[in-house]
């Protein structure tokens, strides 16, 4: 009887399977407490700016209780309909018209009781949307403002899927508790009510009982049940791993001649499924004859009760009916209970993990009562310090060492260092994508801990190691740093990027799509598209990852004109890989693992006999030249 189960079917266990397989995907949910879960919900309503939600919850309350309550009544019209014709008087018009009109009244008041949740279903709709709304849109916006620790670590797949699943719970909790629940547990104490008061106490305790042992007895037959369907839904992903994976490794299985092998595993998997699926079923089998069984054991105690009180005259044969239908009419929700609960249960899960995610609170978060950065007047460029930072990623054992350095306004320093030294970890520093353990990091004056991100990151402008971008046209992509650029705006940061005779030479021009991540692109384009993100946000302080992928000479001659017009007035930060890049910058530090061990101009560091940067230019001068005669040889 339980509803909306589809056991004993491979791979279509509906819902319930997949939500379950998406959770063993990851940490195993635990399952909550139902007072602080109930608490979170009708917090969630609360805060979801509802149209007229308390006017929308008064009356669907009320129509609830309505509908109830004309659910319990009907019995009883029908019931004195039935006395009526039973009356010991001679048949006639006035029995008859009596009977009928009893009869009439029996249907209307079923139809409105049966109608009346339907309305108030209808009334409550928008305070459901607007709940779901409110919790997709506060965990996704909660999640944006997490820290980098996160992101890096939080899988996008299942982190989507714990908002879509969670804000859908919210919808079916308000739905079932609302409107199924809550409504019966009074329906229950109405037709209890009606039952002692009217007849016998014996029939409402009668009433009670039965609820109560067929709601424990289902309760605890669920709980049994869902081991069965966990058991199933694992079979279920170890068999379809196990084919998926011999699928696409078909060349080792037939080149190593384990067909059988492979064939006789998928064997067992699906044996250990269809024990699994054949558990559920016939439990679910188990649990309906169990639930069927203390219902019609009720119904019979309460005719037999019923009929002994008219035989002693005490009642009519049509109050027998009533009695009975009471009964009936109760049961009726009843059948959903072990679907109910189960769905109820997943539900308060799914809801709890994704308000898991709003709980998260950011390392990286504005002080109370944190100002705009201030630039001062008439300077271009903005001051960048760095003061005995240092940094570590998580428990790792090394990481930046004692970084202390300042760049000049409207001038130019650059990174240098082997890969793994830190150098992409200073950038994130700086951006305050990260705070430092120790140290500070300081721009215009202003520790950037005690001024807003928004101003801070409205200052400083990022074009990343590896450039990723919006699935959409160039032209969103370019005015992703200010949405309300207009044409000339962006055409603009394209010149200058050298990217416009690029773009110009394209069939559908600013309006091409990128591609998921932008790898419609070449490396290099999709840099310079980052670059004129970057100039188009104008800010005093531009800083620039460059990739680590060598880029073709003629690509990077490229990139060396953008560079130099986009430093014009302003500071910038560059983390170089190519020596010769970097030749006129103002400063240059050599990091290694961590601590910066030399600094200066180029010419400086050049001249240093035994120091890492000369060793390094002498290195990459070396490879140049051999690289420039391998280019010959190969043309000659
Ligand atoms: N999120 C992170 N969690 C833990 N460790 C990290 C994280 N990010 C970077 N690291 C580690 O910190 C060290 C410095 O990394 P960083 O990205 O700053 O190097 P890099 O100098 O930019 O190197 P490359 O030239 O290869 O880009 C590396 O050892 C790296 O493994
Ligand atoms: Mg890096």
Redesign the pocket.
């Given at each position: 009887m339980a509803r909306g189960e589809r056991s004993g079917q491979r791979g279509g266990g509906g819902i319930e399977a997949k939500a379950q397989n998406a959770g063993a995907a990851a940490e195993a949910p635990v399952d909550p407490k139902t007072i602080p879960a109930l608490m979170d919900l009708i917090r969630l309503v609360a805060r979801s700016g509802a149209p007229q939600l308390k006017l929308r919850l008064t009356v669907s309350i009320l129509l609830t209780i309505a509908g109830k309550g004309l659910g319990v009544l009907a019995p009883l019209v029908l019931g004195a309909a039935v006395n009526h014709l039973a009356a010991d008087q001679p048949a006639g018009v006035s029995v008859g018209l009596g009977f009928a009109g009893f009869a009439v009244g029996w249907a209307i008041v079923r139809f409105l009781s049966s109608s009346a949740p339907q309305l108030s279903d209808v009334v409550f709709a928008p305070v459901r949307a607007a709940a779901q709304r409110t919790a997709a849109t506060e965990t996704f916006a909660h999640a944006l403002s997490l820290s980098?620790?996160f992101h890096?670590?939080k899988r996008s797949g299942s982190l989507s899927r714990t908002v879509d699943r969670g804000s859908r719970s919210v919808d079916f909790l308000l739905r079932i508790l609302a409107f199924n629940l809550a409504p019966t547990g009074l329906e229950l104490i109405l037709a209890a009510a009606v039952l002692g008061g009217k007849y016998d106490w014996r029939f409402a305790a009668v009433a009670v009982v039965v609820v109560v042992v067929y709601s424990i007895l289902t309760f605890s037959i669920s709980n049994w049940r869902i081991e069965h369907r966990r058991t199933m839904n694992t079979a279920d992903t170890e068999a379809a791993g196990q084919v998926v994976d011999a699928l696409i490794n078909y060349e080792t299985v037939k080149s190593f001649g384990a067909e059988t092998r492979a064939a006789l595993g998928y064997d067992r998997a699906l044996g250990a499924y269809n024990d699994a699926a054949l558990k559920a079923n016939s439990s679910l089998a188990l649990l309906n004859a169990v639930q069927a069984l203390i219902m019609n054991i009720g119904l019979g105690v309460m005719a037999v009760m019923a009929g002994f009180e008219a035989a002693a005259g005490r009642m009519g044969p049509g109050d027998v009916t009533a009695a009975v239908l009471i009964l009936i009419s109760l049961y009726a929700p009843l059948n959903i209970l072990g679907f109910a609960y189960r769905e109820i249960r997943q539900s308060f899960i799914d809801m709890e993990e994704m308000l898991k995610v709003t709980r998260q609170t950011p390392q990286v978060a504005d002080a109370p009562g944190a100002a705009d950065l201030v630039r001062p007047e008439g300077q271009s460029g903005g001051a960048l310090a760095f003061e005995d930072v240092s940094f570590r990623?998580?428990a790792?054992a090394?990481?930046?060492e004692d970084v202390s350095f300042t760049v000049q306004p409207g001038t130019t320093t650059a990174?240098v260092?082997?890969?793994?030294?830190?150098?992409?970890?200073?950038?994130?520093l700086a951006l305050r994508l990260l705070d430092p353990q120790v140290g500070r990091v300081v721009i215009d004056g202003a520790d950037v801990r005690d001024v807003t991100q928004a101003s801070l990151r409205r200052a400083v402008a990022l074009v990343p190691?590896d450039v990723a971008l919006f699935n959409d046209t160039l032209a969103v992509n370019i005015a992703f740093a200010r949405p309300e650029a207009d044409e000339t705006a962006i055409w603009a940061a394209a010149e200058a990027a050298e990217l416009a005779e690029f773009i110009r030479s394209l069939p559908d021009g600013m309006e091409t799509r990128v591609g998921e991540r932008g790898l419609k692109l070449s490396g290099g384009e999709r840099q310079r598209v980052g670059i004129a993100r970057a100039l188009l946000a104008d800010p005093c302080i531009l800083i620039l990852?460059e990739a680590?992928s060598a880029l073709d000479s003629r690509t990077e001659a490229a990139i060396q004109k953008t560079l130099r017009k986009a430093k014009a007035g302003r500071t910038t930060l560059v983390?170089a890989?190519r020596l010769s890049t970097i030749a006129d910058a103002e400063q240059i530090l050599v990091?290694k693992a961590?601590r910066i061990v030399e600094r200066g101009a180029h010419h400086e560091l050049v001249a240093r006999v035994g120091g890492e940067y000369a060793a390094l230019w002498k290195k990459q001068t070396r490879g140049a030249r051999i690289g420039l005669d391998g280019d010959r040889q190969s043309a000659g």
């Open positions: 980098l620790d890096q670590t990623h998580d790792r090394n990481g930046l990174l260092g082997p890969s793994g030294s830190g150098k992409s970890t200073i950038v994130k190691q990852d680590t983390v890989h990091l961590g």
